[in-house]
Nanobody, 114 residues
Framework: QVQFVESGGGLVQPGGSLRLSCAAS????????VAWYRQAPGKGREWVAT???????RYRDAVKGRFTISRNNDKNTLSLQMDSLKPEDTAIYYC????????WGQGTQVTVSS
């Protein structure tokens, strides 16, 4: 099974931008769905955005128009461009194939604060 390692998080002011990256241990070209999830302090993990095998995308309503998900099958990476960040975007961000997965990486911390 493919394992994922997230990176690119950090501290940013409201309205700022970050680009997250997810590196897969193997090919993702054959994986139908790869997605970003996040977990805010004191809350459960929630779905953020999805990239499909045919490069279709879907987004959580709260991030539509601000986040852009993309995959690079040649590099086996998944990215999340985050613009116009808000304090409520503060969370640990993860990538995976399924919200119900029993295996998760370390995630990458995104903190949006003035």
């Amino acid at each position: 099974q493919v394992q994922f390692v997230e990176s690119g998080g950090g501290l940013v002011q409201p309205g700022g931008s970050l680009r997250l990256s997810c590196a897969a241990s193997g090919s993702i070209s054959s994986i139908y769905v790869v997605a970003w999830y996040r977990q805010a302090p004191g809350k459960g993990r929630e779905w953020v955005a999805t990239s499909t095998k045919n490069f279709g995308t879907r987004y959580r309503d709260a991030v539509k128009g601000r986040f852009t998900i993309s995959r690079n099958n040649d590099k086996n990476t998944l990215s999340l461009q985050m613009d116009s960040l808000k304090p409520e975007d503060t969370a640990i961000y993860y990538c995976n194939t399924d919200l119900q997965s029993s295996s998760w990486g370390q995630g990458t911390q995104v903190t949006v604060s003035s």
